[in-house]
């Protein structure tokens, strides 16, 4: 077993800030990659921001300069602080990571349930 769980959503004033958390769990040898997407209501799921590997960072133009994904390789967790939140930003936003299960010879990519994040005035 996989799972991801994502935690922190909620609703925010334009300007506000949020964290997320999403912590992996289970059979896992190695996390090739983990970081976020959204989906806001009418639009494709886009990526909001990940950890590659090697440690890299990518972010949606979008959100450069806002938002701030961090990391406990320890505890296979990712966090994203968003700050200066707009409207904009409403979507559900989806844990994601590549992941070599136990005793496998190739990851997978596992997502979580996801977590409402709305702001609004």
């Known amino acids: 077993q996989v799972q991801l769980v994502e935690s922190g959503g909620g609703l925010v004033q334009p300007g506000g800030s949020l964290r997320l958390s999403c912590a992996a769990s289970?059979?896992?040898?190695?996390?090739?990659?983990m970081g976020w997407y959204r989906q806001a209501p009418g639009k494709q799921r886009e990526l909001v921001a990940t950890?590659?590997?090697?440690?890299?960072?990518k972010y949606a133009d979008s959100v450069k300069g806002r938002f701030t994904i961090s990391r406990d390789n320890a505890k296979n967790t990712v966090y994203l602080q968003m700050n200066s939140l707009k409207p904009e930003d409403t979507a559900v936003y989806y844990c994601?990571?590549?992941?070599?299960?136990?005793?496998?010879?190739?990851?997978?990519?596992?997502w979580g349930k996801g977590t409402l994040v709305t702001v609004s005035s």
């Open positions: 950890f590659i590997r090697g440690g890299n960072t």
């Open positions: 994601n990571a590549h992941i070599t299960r136990i005793g496998a010879y190739y990851g997978m990519d596992f």
């Open positions: 289970g059979n896992i040898f190695n996390v090739n990659a």
